[in-house]
């Protein structure tokens, strides 16, 4: 997954009348990218999914946005997956009154945003640096040492 001291916050939505194959198609554009490059793709992708995964992925940036206070342009998305939710067995008739099943599946929508760990550098850079620089602390006296003669110069004949 990813390193676990960036804040980051998920969004689920459950059992919603989709196939989780079919979600994690859709899914696996969108995964590790930013939030704008993600809500872009989802926009353009016409698979029914991609509404469904919008919601998902806005109410994730949503949960980000209220309790870590995270700008939602600048967060990433960190794991987006897909599981099985429970089957609705249906059946249609066929000829000579027989039955065919029909599986209504259900899947369940996870969408976890968070910090891109260059913002998250960033951020810890400036709350690192103290407000106002202070002057530095005087240096102890150094024992002094014995000043070097300059080398005596040459003089020159003049003719």
Known sequence: MADTSLMQSRAEAKYVRLSARKARVVLDHIRGRSVPEART??????????EDIGKVLGSAVANA?????????????????ADEGPTLKRWRARARGR???????????????????????????????PAAKAAPAPKAPAAEKPKRKAPAKKKEAVA
């Open 65 to 81: 946005e209220s309790t870590h206070a995270l700008d939602g342009d600048e967060l990433v998305i960190v794991a987006a997956y």
């Open 99 to 129: 039955v065919n099943r029909i599986r209504k599946r259900t899947c369940h929508i996870t969408v976890i945003v968070g910090e891109s760990p260059k913002v998250a550098e960033a951020t810890k850079r400036k709350a690192a640096k």
């Open 41 to 50: 793709i989802l926009a353009f992708t016409s698979r029914a999914a991609a």
